[in-house]
C-alpha cells in the first residue's frame, strides 16, 4: 500500500459531460502529480502541485484542470469529455520536489461512451 | 527537452533466465533515474532509483540497475526471473536541475515469464 488514496476506482461517462478525480497524498507528502495512462500515449505527465501551488505542467489539455487544496488533496476536472479521454489516471505524490521518489495511487479508470 | 526510449516493448524469459530490460535516456545533464513495477490493476512502485554515487544500484525484488553516462543508459537486471516478476517494467528520468520533481517515463516493457 503506497499511502496513496484516489477515489473512484472506476468512472463511467459519456461524451460532452465532466467528472472529478480526487487524490489523498500520503501522509506528510506535500507534492502531488497527475499522471494519464493509455495505450497510445503511455505515461504523460499532466500537472504537479507543490504545497497548494502549481509547480509543473505537462501535457494537459485546456479541458482539465486541477487544484490542490489547504490540507493537501487534489483534485482533477475533465471536462467537455471526448471518447479519447478514456484512460487510467494516476496520482503519485512525493514529500518533497527534487529526486524524491513518487509514491502512486492505483488509478482511476474513466471509460467515456 | 528529456525523453526515456525502453528497447522492446515486450520481453519474454523463462523462469530461472537472466531478465534484461533496456532503457536509454536523453538529456544535456545526467538526470536522476527510476525504474518501477507496474502489477495489473495496481499503481506503479518503485523499483530502485540512481541519483548520485555508486553506479551500480540494488533495488527491491533481487532488481538492480546500472548507470552508465557514456551509453546514456540505465539497464534494469535481474539474475534469475520468477513467475511473480510478470509484469510491465518503466524507466523514467527526472531533471537534476529542475527541483520541481516531475518524472518523464518510457513506454513500458512488458515482461513475461514462462514455466
Known amino acids: 500500500d503506497s499511502g496513496v488514496t484516489q477515489t473512484p476506482k472506476h468512472l463511467i461517462t459519456a461524451t460532452g459531460q465532466r467528472v472529478t478525480l480526487r487524490c489523498s497524498p500520503r501522509?506528510?507528502?506535500?507534492?502531488v502529480y497527475w499522471y494519464q495512462q493509455s495505450l497510445d500515449q503511455g505515461l504523460q505527465f499532466l500537472i504537479q502541485?507543490?504545497?497548494?501551488?502549481?509547480?509543473a505542467k505537462g501535457n494537459i489539455l485546456e479541458r482539465f484542470s486541477a487544484q490542490q487544496f489547504p490540507d493537501l488533496h487534489s483534485e482533477l476536472n475533465l471536462s467537455s469529455l471526448e471518447l479519447g479521454d478514456s484512460a487510467l489516471y494516476f496520482c503519485a505524490s512525493s514529500v518533497s520536489q527534487g529526486n524524491s521518489p513518487l509514491h502512486f495511487g492505483n488509478g482511476t479508470r474513466l471509460t467515456v461512451t | 527537452a528529456q525523453s526515456v526510449t525502453q528497447l522492446g516493448s515486450h520481453v519474454s524469459v523463462s523462469e530461472g533466465a537472466l531478465v534484461l530490460l533496456r532503457c536509454n535516456y536523453s538529456s544535456s545533464v545526467p538526470p536522476y533515474l527510476f525504474w518501477y513495477v507496474q502489477y495489473p490493476n495496481q499503481g506503479l512502485q518503485l523499483l530502485l532509483k540512481?541519483?548520485?554515487?555508486?553506479?551500480l544500484v540494488k533495488g527491491i525484488n533481487g532488481f538492480e540497475a546500472e548507470f552508465k553516462k557514456s551509453e546514456t543508459s540505465f539497464h534494469l537486471t535481474k539474475p534469475s526471473a520468477h513467475m511473480s516478476d510478470a509484469a510491465e517494467y518503466f524507466c523514467?528520468?527526472?531533471?537534476?536541475?529542475?527541483?520541481?520533481?516531475?518524472?518523464?517515463f518510457g513506454q513500458g516493457t512488458e515482461l513475461s515469464v514462462k514455466p
Open positions: 501522509s506528510g507528502d506535500l507534492s
Open positions: 523514467a528520468v527526472s531533471d537534476r536541475n529542475n527541483q520541481g520533481g516531475k518524472l518523464i
Open positions: 540512481y541519483t548520485t554515487g555508486a553506479t
Open positions: 502541485y507543490y504545497n497548494g501551488e502549481e509547480r
